[in-house]
């Protein structure tokens, strides 16, 4: 039994251990509650890993190994039991995790929210296992509302945001709320406003992706440009310089469609019929192509089917069929190479057998290793021509179902 204790206690120490999702509150006042959760959505995809949380999250781990290593020590002095030593462990990044950030929203009064009511923050962090909170309140002021964003982390409250709006463009803050929320995570790194950019992908300087969400994407301060690229585009370099104070970046610039080609397919014989991005099209085909490369498929009863990668500008293609029974000509090919290579092995094998026989009976001193050669060799020659019949025979029936 006090084994069995000192198991379970072994165990729970090791999952203990194991990374776990940050689990972040939201609190928001009436009204705020989807423009909140869609900041924060966006704020948590794209944060980098360097970032504050990541120091939030080792604290996690180590408060982890201390309690579990407490437990441990308990369980064993309460079953009189050897001490177990410390078992060794391996920090996880938080952004290891599956999912890597969990958001609980938190349904409280909104006057808890606006007085920021550290009991009412302490009790809900202790009871859902929050790992930090962040809050978004409004008041009104005269005919317009002011906005504040706090944050809750380590059992303090830290403002973030704060200004006057008019209560119908609330959303329009969220540019500049998102810039200081980064801020607040990780200074080395700032917020790029890219939605003109949303159908593009955008690398760095190092040919990196650079990962987008709702329009946003965060990047490091030291970026000094950007690359973006679309089907159907050129690609866009664009320079990118980031002020020392700045918190937002906007990334500007407008795509150039590729020139627009034109493409003519014929298809031999005629009464082919072919068919373009799902549907019937009628040859021969004349048409212009803005998009990177489209693939045409041509097929005609008792002929193989044609696929042709078509790209802009690409001219005229003059397609030819082939009927379907010249598909067999490669398993006819392949039959006949493997009939000569049984051929040949045949002829080397006899060779060989040949001459052991001949040198048994000119050097009849080595007869006895000769002999046992010779025979390893006949047995082989026979072999070799059994298995030269059979490929004869699969040579002439593929010939035979392919062309006659």
Sequence with gaps: ???LSVLLVLLCGVFALYAETLNVGLYATAGLGDFSSEVVSTLFTLLPDNSRLERINYERHMRQREDSRDSQVHAALAS?????????????????CDPVWNLVVEEVDDDFITRRSLSMLDYTSLRDSLDLGIGFSSSPHDRLTLVEVFIYIEGNVEEVYSALCIPSRVEELAPEILSQLVAFF???HVLLQCASFARADLYDESGSPVPQYGGYAVIPRTTSGLTARRSGYEDLSIPVSVPDDALLVTLEGEMVMLPVGQVTVT???QGASARLFGLDVDLPLTADF?????????SLEGFRDENLQLTPGAGFHSVILRPQWMAGDDLVRQAKDEMYRALRNTLLSFGAYVIMSSVSNIYPQAAVWSGIASSLAAGVSVVNLMD???????YYDSARAVYL
């Design 267 to 269: 298809a031999h014989p």
């Design 80 to 96: 009189e039991a050897e001490i177990p030593e410390a078992a060794a462990d391996e920090y996880i990044p938080y952004s290891q």
């Design 1 to 3: 039994m006090r084994r």
């Design 186 to 188: 990780t200074r080395n």
């Design 290 to 298: 803005d998009s990177s490369a489209v693939v045409l498929s041509i």
């Design 388 to 394: 030269f019949l059979h490929d004869c025979m699969v």
